[in-house]
DNA sequence: CAACATGATGGAAACGTTTCCAGGAAAGGC
DNA sequence: GCCTTTCCTGGAAACGTTTCCATCATGTTG
């Protein structure tokens, strides 16, 4: 039907025999317009098939709109979730948003980031990957409205604001609560590379295990990256090394799994033999069996204030550090008290 | 550092002290610019932190770039790995994905559509929600290159490419399988609705059962839509009032979990009172106790092939129906022989 | 040395929009 | 009847880029 190229506004103010700038107002709604002038304007464009360009009018106002949205990985859960969480308010907005994922990679990354700003977007969310030091330059120099960082933060970026679950007390309260079952034997799966800094979450972990008197074991934390072979190798060797441990906490999802596979092929009963839980709830948290204790980090809501702190909120942003949104601790069937153990013994 | 608003291809002319043309040429790389002057423009562009605007690139050469993508949550497994597969195909390309979700709701759909034609991208990829007559039209007058659909096909809309699991394949291997073990009354969760027509997973099924001479049971033709209430209400209407199935075919992963589920809380051992094996091969399906059997569905080939599709064999498309893709059937722990049922009967 | 090919460069037009400005008409007040 | 106010409208400039065309300098060939 309408083979060649698209209308344009001042076909549209042929048709309908008036100045393209009367269309360009009946479009816009500013200005006034005769109601029988809109009238035949509105029917040009429809019997045209008009729909005004995003590009004619981004290059006048000199703003593209649009969010830009980097991501580690769109498949994972928390990923997901938190994209929703963008796309949810972006709606709200009346902007849309440009996903891509950077894969960990810093330098990715950075190709992305210069992509969007050629692309001239209201501005970035991203779980940053790492290289503080472009970001710096990006959110001087970058996109319009700036950069908010979502999920995570980097060091000695005070100036990007940033919206973060309370890992913290996530991990304070999931702690406390698998030493109230009166474990003491806990490890911690997913602790820094030695020689990097810990995590927030391995230090919440860390003074925990303090505060409520249990003596940390450093060979119970076990350092990971949250990927499956990673995962799965540091779980396989802490459960095969230390027969005696009789909780096992999770940094992530990608860790729980690789603890819960592992423990089944040791044979290992949860919660009977071992407790497991973990940081980050995911849909098959419910389905595995026992369903799976975690703490449970709002990536929707991370998603959407980010996005708001973006384009709505700038004003109040940068205040008072990093916006922390609350983690709830989701107790199902994987954790129990410790087994009695003898001489920390167990056979195989 | 660089407050005031982004340098233009004046601002660096000027720096180097030559024409625009020739610091288009610079950054297009066609026509021939000196060594020398091709270094002064470099350095300038450097010192001003110049980025070419996409809007002013793609006013000028009437095209924005970009690709559209259309699914129904991002937060879907499934929908997750399509998307995935078509960024790493974008990124091959040099474009950028605009990714939004419709929920299922046509209207929601079409609204994106328009805005998608509005920012002129280059072409929109959908797993469509319905509204044939809609997307006609905006394939018709809509985006450059056109429309794409992916993992779901509109009937009566022949004239868009598609790319598709094979999953009449997929769901037939299955079937066969079940059959194979000597079940004969196979429950189907996730039938059409009374009134609509049968999808293609069901009509696979009931030719399958045809094929390998077991009576279809209408009864056991449940009736779900993919969505968590709806499964589970249909799977535990299913699973009460039939006790004697011995297995049940769960035609998408939120009918597999709302099948799992409710066998868990009937107290059903999988698969020795009864087997579970779903369409779409989803993380928690190796993760479930015990390993879930399914039919692994190529998402992200999928994904990248319908990018493909769209941007590069434009030339190829539409030819012979749609792609097809391969569907695996991915064997695990979660079926068995049917257990010898005396009567059908089975306490409870 | 002249004629010419070649390569480097700048000016200007176009792309589709918004918006300022000015002009014209209608209406109201003296 | 004239001036002012108000409303509606069209022309034109600008936004940042690409590219055609013309110009000019340089090097090559006869």
């Known amino acids: ?25 009946v479009f816009t709604g500013t200005g006034s317009v005769g109601a029988a002038t809109r009238e035949r304007v509105l029917a040009a464009a429809r019997e045209l098939d008009y ?31 938190l994209i929703a969480g963008v796309l949810a308010c972006a709606r709200t907005l009346g902007e849309h948003v440009i996903v891509d994922a950077a894969h960990g990679d810093p330098a990715r990354e950075a190709e992305i980031v210069e992509r969007l700003v050629e692309q001239r977007v209201a501005g970035v969310i991203a779980l940053p990957a790492g290289d503080a030091a472009a970001w710096r330059s990006a959110a ?28 913290r007390a996530g991990v304070r309260t999931l702690t406390e609560y698998l030493a109230g079952l009166g474990h003491r034997r806990i490890a911690f799966l997913g602790g820094a590379a030695p020689g ?8 919440a972990f860390r003074d925990t295990l303090d505060a409520v008197g249990v003596p940390a074991d ?4 076990v350092a990971a990256r949250p990927e499956r072979d990673s995962a799965y190798g540091a779980a396989a060797g802490l459960l095969q090394r230390r027969g005696d441990v009789t909780a096992v906490l999770a940094a992530g999802h990608l860790l729980g799994e690789a603890a819960v596979l592992v423990a ?7 919660p009977a033999d071992v407790s497991i839980a973990m940081v980050d709830d995911v849909p098959w948290a419910e389905l595995c069996d026992p369903p799976l204790t975690a703490v449970a980090r709002p990536g929707h809501d991370i998603g959407y204030r980010a996005c708001e702190l973006l384009l ?11 916006v922390l949104l609350p983690a709830e601790l989701m107790i ?3 954790c129990g008290p410790p087994r009695t153990a003898r001489g920390g013994g167990r056979s195989g």
């Open 332 to 334: 199902r069937g994987s």
């Open 196 to 203: 990097t800094p810990p995590g927030v979450r391995e230090r």
């Open 140 to 167: 001087g120099a970058g996109p319009g409205a700036g950069v908010v960082f979502a999920d995570r933060a980097l060091p000695g970026l005070p100036e990007i604001p940033a919206v973060l679950a309370d890992d």
């Open 264 to 270: 089944r092929e040791l044979d290992l009963r949860v």
């Open 51 to 81: 729909r005004p360009s995003a590009l004619g009018r981004g290059l006048k106002l000199r703003r593209a709109g649009g969010i830009g949205l980097i991501v580690p990985d769109v498949t994972d859960p928390f990923c997901a979730e």
């Open 312 to 322: 709505r909120d700038r004003a109040r942003r940068g205040r008072g550090g990093p």
């Open 218 to 221: 450093e060979d119970l934390i």
């Open 1 to 25: 039907m309408a083979g060649g190229r698209p209308a344009t506004i001042k076909d549209v103010a042929a048709a309908a025999g008036v100045g393209i700038a009367t269309v360009s107002r």
